[in-house]
């Protein structure tokens, strides 16, 4: 079967990682078809936009991109356009693999955890931003729904379920934030009480960090909201070696953005050496959202394959290879 799908090339490395992760994905012989658009600084200077308006009609058409880092120019346009991008097509599940690879510099191993973070709600969004006339008091509103709270966390325990997972769990700060928090919390035990197949606990946030940094082998899959999902995403990839290594999925009713969630490293753009192997991760993510199970199986056991033989890989990475050869190298294995 034959899927077309929206293919964001990105701003500063994102052309070079793409290039390298495409042919990849020809190489294992998916049988994608790719419609290439615009966003971005790449779109502002071609487009006048940022997101142009032939980008999110692609987006909607084909219900699947895959996209390489953007750029948000300071001070003008969206405060974010992944913000923007998740809001528009209502992506409200981000899924954020943590998983330890060989030949990486890293404090720990065999790392396997995913973070489930809402996506559409919460501080994070940044709702109800304000400044006072004489700039001393600055506001932000922070809103979380019982239908965002109940839905992003049945879809990881769905998750959990789906790939053999025995255990999720829900972080917040619901002993400070008694509303926001305190909504999410109580929510998340009622959709936990459905799914007694699967052991839930509770962590404040600030415990969280902590003990996923003393001891991160007792997590499993972790679910929480936009901002605290932010933050502990990141610290999840700092445990495995970086967000080199960190890929992303924005998943929706009606459409799923993939992506590498590093960000778009102009000082190395042009240079050859980008590490691919995020945007190749999120690549499998899409397979897997295809049902191309099994290929994208192939894809992960082959980049951790070329790894631990440093065969071609990135400087980051220890080796002296380039994007290009690091690619070659995994199709070599493919």
């Known amino acids: 079967m034959t899927h077309t799908i929206a293919v964001i090339r990105g701003d500063g490395i994102g052309p070079e990682i793409m290039d390298a992760t495409l042919r990849v994905l020809d190489a294992l012989q998916c049988g994608l078809q790719y419609d290439f658009v615009d966003a971005g600084m790449v779109a502002l200077e071609k487009h006048g936009e940022l997101l142009p308006a032939p980008t999110l009609e692609a987006i909607a058409r084909h219900r699947v991109a895959l ?64 400044l006072s006339a004489d700039g001393q008091v600055a506001t932000l509103t922070q809103k979380v729904t019982r239908r965002g709270s109940e839905r992003i966390v049945r879809y990881a325990f769905e998750l959990a379920r789906s790939v053999g997972r025995k255990k999720v769990t829900v972080v917040h700060k619901a002993n400070i934030l008694k509303s926001t928090s305190g909504l999410f919390l109580r929510v998340a035990r009622e959709v936990a009480a459905e799914y007694t197949d699967i052991q839930m606990n509770e962590m404040i946030v600030d415990n969280c960090c902590m003990q996923l940094v003393m001891n991160p082998h007792q997590f499993d899959v972790i679910v929480t909201t936009n901002l605290f999902g932010d933050i502990i995403s ?30 778009s490293a102009p000082d190395i753009a042009g240079k050859g050496v980008a590490n691919p ?48 050869t690091f690619a070659d190298a995994i199709i070599r294995r493919l």
């Open 67 to 130: 996209k390489s880092p953007l750029t948000t120019p300071v001070g003008e346009g969206f405060s974010s356009i992944n913000v923007e991008l998740r809001k528009r097509f209502d992506l409200y599940a981000n899924v954020r693999p943590a998983i330890s690879f060989p030949g990486t510099k890293s404090r720990y191993e065999n790392i396997d955890l995913i973070t489930v973070r809402e996506n559409t709600e919460g501080a994070y969004i940044g709702e109800g931003q304000a």
């Open 234 to 263: 990141d610290l999840c990839a700092g445990l495995v070696g970086g967000l080199g290594l960190a890929p992303g999925a924005n998943i929706g009713t009606d459409a799923a953005i993939f992506e590498a969630v590093h960000g």
């Open 277 to 324: 192997v995020a945007l190749l991760l999120g690549a499998a993510q899409m397979l897997d959202h295809f049902g191309m199970v099994e290929k994208a199986s192939r894809l992960r056991v082959a980049i951790r394959q070329t790894m631990a033989a440093r065969d071609g890989v990135t400087p980051d990475l220890g080796g002296s290879g380039s994007t290009s």
